[in-house]
Structure formats: structure tokens, C-alpha cells
T-cell receptor
């Protein structure tokens, strides 16, 4: 079975600082990988996804993530945090073969941005 | 283009009752997935429907069921509610469900008392 581990349930950064949210997955075959963001009382919004090809993926709102097969990681970064980035972030994987309708999510990381 | 809509947004039920939640996908999307989100278990896959057929199901008891209509709208039903069913229920739609981006609705917050 696939699993996703997000290191750190809560990350706090200062405005303008680097954001680094960690995600590791376990899968016998490299899956498709996703980062979603959830603002309070809202659903999930896709930030970025990796399917095949370039391992450095750029997403919305200045976020990017790099797929590292050897480390089974897909960490999310943003060079400079903004107050509006405060939200909960979820890493997710889909089964090999790309059946995106069945996502396995990590437990989430709550990002706090301090002024 | 309108997004995924879910009704109702908030619901309070009593243990033992049953509840039906509704999800209207983005126009043209034929796949609808349902997820349960709780503080303890996080986001868990319930089931997915495509063209009125359930294609996959998560590890939930039979009290959780769903269906999809010919217009792709989907409902999920929970019978004999338990306190542990209190959660945010999210649905997501996509064009085909495979290799396609999922768009999530705002969710239905179910509270069981």
C-alpha cells in the first residue's frame, strides 16, 4: 500500500523567509505526486503536480517542488513567504498508472507566517 | 465555469440517523470522488464514480454508500450515524479520473451528536 509522510505537522516562518514543507512517499513504482493547499473552511486547491518528465515542477503562487526518486521525496518550497500563504498543505500520491481519482494524502502541514 | 458545489455546507445529525450529501461536479466532468477529512485520520478516500458506476472504494464500512446520476451529480449516504462520522466530507471532480486534475468542492461539515 502507498503511504505519504509529511514531516512536521506545523511549520512557522517569518514573512519573506524560505518555505520548505517536506513530503516523503512509499511506493514500489514512482507514483504521480501532488501538493494541495487548504484554507480555512474551504476545499483543496491544487498547487502543483508531478506526473512524468521534468523533476522540478512549478506551481501556482510561486511554489515549486522537486521529485527525487532516490530519496522518495517531493518537498515543496517557496523562496519568500507571504502572509497569504498561511494555510494547511497536503502532499498526495496516486497509485501507479496514474489513477488520480484515488489519492492517498499525508496528514498535512499547517504553515504559519509571522509578520 | 462554475466550480464543484456541495450541499448542504453544514449539517447536524443525531446518532442513529442517516444523512445524504450532494455533490455537483464541474460541467463536463464525469468522475466524482468522495473523501472524508477528520483531525485524527486526515483525508481518506471513500469511493469514486464514473458514468454512474463505482470504480473504486476505500476502506469504509457498508454504512457509507454513494451513487451517481446520469448528469454526473453524485450523492453519498451514511446510515446509522456514529459520533465518529463527524467530519468534513469533500468531493472532487475530474474529466475522466485518470491522469486528470481533480477539482475539490468546499465540503460538507457533518456533526453527529
Amino acid at each position: 500500500a502507498q503511504s505519504v509522510t509529511q514531516l512536521g505537522s506545523h511549520v512557522s516562518v517569518s514573512e519573506g523567509a524560505l518555505v520548505l514543507l517536506r513530503c516523503n512517499y512509499s511506493s514500489s513504482v514512482p507514483p504521480y505526486l501532488f501538493w494541495y493547499v487548504q484554507y480555512p473552511n474551504q476545499g483543496l486547491q491544487l498547487l502543483l503536480k508531478y506526473t512524468t518528465g521534468a523533476t522540478l515542477v512549478k506551481g501556482i503562487n510561486g511554489f515549486e517542488a522537486e521529485f527525487k526518486k532516490s530519496e522518495t521525496s517531493f518537498h515543496l518550497t517557496k523562496p519568500s513567504a507571504h502572509m497569504s500563504d498561511a494555510a494547511e498543505y497536503f502532499c498526495a500520491v496516486s497509485p501507479p498508472g496514474g489513477s488520480n481519482y484515488k489519492l492517498t494524502f499525508g496528514k498535512g502541514t499547517l504553515l504559519t507566517v509571522n509578520p | 465555469k462554475a466550480g464543484v458545489t456541495q450541499t448542504p455546507r453544514y449539517l447536524i445529525k443525531t446518532r442513529g440517523q442517516q444523512v445524504t450529501l450532494s455533490c455537483s461536479p464541474i460541467s463536463g466532468h464525469r468522475s466524482v470522488s468522495w473523501y472524508q477529512q477528520t483531525p485524527g485520520q486526515g483525508l481518506q478516500f471513500l469511493f469514486e464514480y464514473f458514468s454512474e458506476t463505482q470504480r473504486n472504494k476505500g476502506n469504509f464500512p457498508g454504512r457509507f454508500s454513494g451513487r451517481q446520476f446520469s448528469n454526473s451529480r453524485s450523492e453519498m449516504n451514511v446510515s446509522t450515524l456514529e459520533l465518529g462520522d463527524s467530519a468534513l466530507y469533500l468531493c472532487a471532480s475530474s474529466w475522466s479520473g485518470t491522469d486528470a486534475e481533480q477539482y475539490f468542492g468546499p465540503g460538507t461539515r457533518l456533526t453527529v451528536t
